[in-house]
């Protein structure tokens, strides 16, 4: 996992995660500037995925278990799409607050992925 592609891919899901649940709180449908911030993060995972296959073919892993690493990885590639299928079904201000909340799991399920291949526990001593 390279370390500014981390630090941009958590960046974008977190404003993401805010921009939508934002727009939802303030009583906003679905558009294309939500759907398509929550698109540009599973962009991002996917260019993350083929990154870390490209590296661990390389010879590189993770510290921690880069199964797991990976398990987190095709997760965090459900969590968008299942969240737009929800905003299409689901026309409403919630559904806008949906996206939001894919979008800050994705930046807490990024944060995990950085603390299985660095080995790097946050809040630890």
Do not use: H
């Not at 911030?37 to 260019?47: D, F, K, P, T, Y």
Request: proline share 3%; hydrophobic share 55%.
């Amino acid at each position: 996992m390279v370390e500014w592609g981390y630090q941009v891919q958590f960046g974008l899901a977190l404003a993401a995660g805010l921009f939508c649940i934002s727009l939802g709180l303030i009583n906003r449908p679905p558009s294309w500037w939500s759907v398509g911030s929550v698109a540009l993060i599973e962009g991002l995972l996917l260019v993350q995925l083929v990154a870390s296959i490209a590296l661990v073919a390389l010879g590189n892993q993770a510290k921690g278990d880069t199964v797991e690493f990976f398990g987190y990885i095709i997760t965090a590639l459900i969590v968008p799409p299942a969240a737009v299928g929800w905003a299409i079904v689901d026309r409403g201000r919630w559904s806008t607050v949906v996206l939001g909340v894919s979008g800050l799991t994705i930046a807490v399920m990024l944060a995990r992925m950085w603390q299985i291949w660095t080995g790097i526990r946050f809040g630890t001593s």
